[in-house]
């Protein structure tokens, strides 16, 4: 999607991936290495003008030796902060931006504290390489605390569970002369630890909230020096937005974008990292986005759906694979909820109802 | 364009192209061969579920072979009903659609004739191969037209000279179980006869003038069993519309859809000859399109510009050569002419201006 987005405005793509037959291969010029292969990485710093990443499990090491040699964007500084999810949540704190409770958790002897601090129910993670809700489980009481340690430890996070009212994620790009432009706050419906349906604009979301998301994405950005698009995920509980998490990178919350913005989050990425100006997106519409997981459903009748675009990432099918997604525009926010009901029936597994509590997420 | 719009959908392209180093590269295979290469037409005939194209000089006998073996769309009886203006102009008599007086020319015996019915001053025309205002001289006397027929001739057609208030182009698509969309009046400004500028929705554009565009395509695709994006001329001249030509093909006027609806003629192209169903196109602002022609503008500058959205193709500059556009969208027309006229300081030559006569075109 960067590339669809990026080859208008007159680039080239080259992808260093290492599964086999990527789609990338359609749009550029695939590297078939892993991430930390010395000779991809020596072509790369060879050939390329600028590098960027959609993934944040990028090697450190291998960003370092790239930076070292050509614009790697983001920085690596960003990287390093959301790769691990206790360095993450001590930056909220430091820039100021709550969160839930969290402690560290290493060792049985740090339970009684760790756990003092986030109560129970505690969500213990891991805090490095979870994703989609794996390396986590919700722990109800000391003992099932305990368990989760022994599970997944060391190097853990426990946070309060939150029993949030919505989850919203804030998209905001900043360019590499410091410019800062943001989306509307999406609203997140996840299953399982995967997400499954964004709305966009959130629903009944004041302008203060709105603004209050951006300043927080502000704060972060310019502490970091970030150049391209910053996801981060909040939770709204009384009024309140407190930070899960953030990704250094174009999010799945913002593939509404495509369809339901005059410039996507992709193109803005493009334009951060390659230097351009930034575009303030003008968003004229409701706009909904449904994740196509595991299975495919029949094209024909997606795209028979009023208002519905259809971008399929060309993945062979397996369970629980993100394999596209579904966009939906239309004038108002009943014709788009109309048309999510029929996409859902196209969909395998059951449409999303907001969660009571916290996903583990 | 047609490859970036279709590969979200689940297609792969290839391309038949004479060129070298075809822009199309990037998003595909290119097969490199002229139009009538028997090789690579079997290589066609023999690879792709669908061939479709984007230029209408096509040779009639390739669209041919290739259509006794797998779809060709739009149907070639559409290249045929294109490729000879005098055909194209009889069957917009034929099916009721206005046109300005026009008469064939092929010998001086035939110029008393063609000029009583087409009238001074006269635009004479090949009939064949013609675009972008080549092909054609306006005749203001009998003498310039037996000069015309001297230079362009045998093989003419003469039309009388419209004076018309304004151009406008629909784009209307057609699916291949006959169902119709289609989009907005767009205004167009040309410039020694290369489309400059396209407004759209046309400014000021009456339900019933919208309404009786979409019929005459209507009744075009339906006569020719239609399936693609199908883009008429059409001049306005005292509330009434008059064919001037049509092109079977996604169209230059309807470059602006990729930003200013939320679907854009090519993926309507593309879902059309892929046998999906239409899109029903949403505009939910106005928008415009400007052609860079002959100089590449900074991108900076370009994208720095308020809704501005950057489209290259990719193309090495020449003079007269288009090599991308610029769209605009924003809330209401005096933004979008805002940045148009900021856009126009950053391309090389004069901005159009809308033309007092018909442009020979």
Do not use: C
């Amino acid at each position: 999607m960067l590339a669809l987005e990026g080859i208008p405005l007159g680039h080239r793509f080259t992808f260093l991936e290492p599964s086999p037959d990527p789609p990338a291969a359609t749009v550029g010029t695939v590297i078939p290495a892993a991430y930390d292969d010395p000779g991809a990485l020596a072509r790369i710093a060879r050939e390329a003008d600028v590098v960027t990443y959609e993934f944040e499990n990028v090697p450190a090491a291998s960003a370092a030796y790239l930076a070292e040699r050509l614009p790697v964007l983001p920085p690596p500084r960003a990287l390093g902060a959301t790769q691990d999810r206790l360095a993450e949540k001590q930056m909220f704190k430091s820039l100021g931006i709550p969160t839930a409770p969290f402690h560290s958790l290493d060792t049985p002897g740090d339970l009684a504290t760790a756990l003092a601090t986030a109560r129970l129910p505690a969500v213990i993670k891991t805090r490095r390489f979870g994703y989609d809700g794996k390396g986590q489980i919700v722990a109800r009481s000391p003992a099932e605390a305990a368990t989760a340690l022994d599970t997944l430890g060391p190097g853990l996070i426990a946070e309060q569970f939150i029993h949030f009212e919505r989850e919203l994620s804030i998209l905001a790009v900043r360019s590499r002369d410091g410019r800062r432009v943001s989306y509307p706050l999406t609203e997140n419906h996840h299953r399982g630890g995967i997400l499954r349906a964004s709305y966009a604009p959130a629903p009944g979301i004041t302008p203060a909230l709105q603004a209050r998301a951006a300043d927080f994405a502000a704060r972060i950005m310019d502490q970091l020096d970030y150049v391209g698009v910053l996801a981060i995920e909040l939770f709204l509980k009384n009024d309140r937005l407190l930070a899960n998490e953030m990704a250094p990178r174009v999010h799945n919350s913002g593939h509404w974008t495509l369809d339901g913005a005059d410039t996507s989050q992709f193109e803005n990425h493009i334009r951060a990292v390659t230097g351009l100006p930034l575009s303030a997106p003008r968003v004229p519409g409701p706009a909904a986005m449904l994740n196509i997981i595991g299975e495919l459903p029949d094209p024909s009748a997606v795209t028979a759906v009023p208002g519905a675009h259809l971008h399929l990432y060309d993945k062979v099918p397996q369970p629980g694979r993100k394999l596209g997604h579904v966009n939906i525009t239309g004038s108002d926010e009943a014709t788009i909820r109309a048309s999510a009901e029929q996409i859902w029936a196209l969909l395998p597994g059951e449409p999303p109802v907001l969660p009571a509590g916290r996903r583990p997420g």
